[in-house]
C-alpha cells in the first residue's frame, strides 16, 4: 500500500492538481450526469464527459502559469457574475463590506480589529471585524 501511494506520489509531482476551476468542471460534470439520469440523452452524457477530461487534464498539467491564468478568468467571470468586485480579492490592504441597511460596498483598511463602519449612502453605522 505504501509502494502505491509513493508510485502516486512521484507521479503527482510537479503536476497543477486541484483549483477552484477544477472543482467547479468536477461538480458540474457530475450535475449533468445526475440529470442524464432523469432526462436521458446522449448530449448530457457527452458534455458531462469533456468536462470530467477537461477537468483531469488541468489537474495533470504541469503548465502551471497557463492553468493559473485559466483559474485567474474563471474567478474573475465568477465575481462578476455574483456580482462581487475583483478588487476584493486581490486588495491586501483593504476589506470590503457590504451595508446591511442599502447594500453599499463600504472598503475599510484591513487589520483594525473590531471597528465601527459609517456607510456613505444611509449613513447607518454596523460593527465588522477587519
Known sequence: ??????????????????????RFLLFAA???????????????????????????????SRNHTKRWEENEKFLSLKDR???RGGRSRKDSTHCYFQCPACGQKVRVPRGK??????????????IRRT
Not at 113 to 126: A, D, L, Q
Open 30 to 60: 457530475l450535475a449533468l450526469i445526475i440529470l442524464s439520469f432523469f432526462f436521458g440523452g446522449m448530449i448530457l452524457d457527452t458534455i458531462a464527459l469533456a468536462l470530467l477530461v477537461w477537468g483531469y487534464i488541468r489537474m495533470f
Open 113 to 126: 480589529g473590531k471597528i465601527s463602519i459609517h456607510c456613505p449612502r444611509c449613513h447607518t453605522e454596523f
Open 81 to 83: 457574475i455574483l456580482g
Open 1 to 22: 500500500m505504501n509502494r502505491f501511494r509513493d508510485k502516486l506520489e512521484n507521479f503527482m509531482q510537479g503536476r497543477y492538481g486541484m483549483d477552484q476551476l477544477g
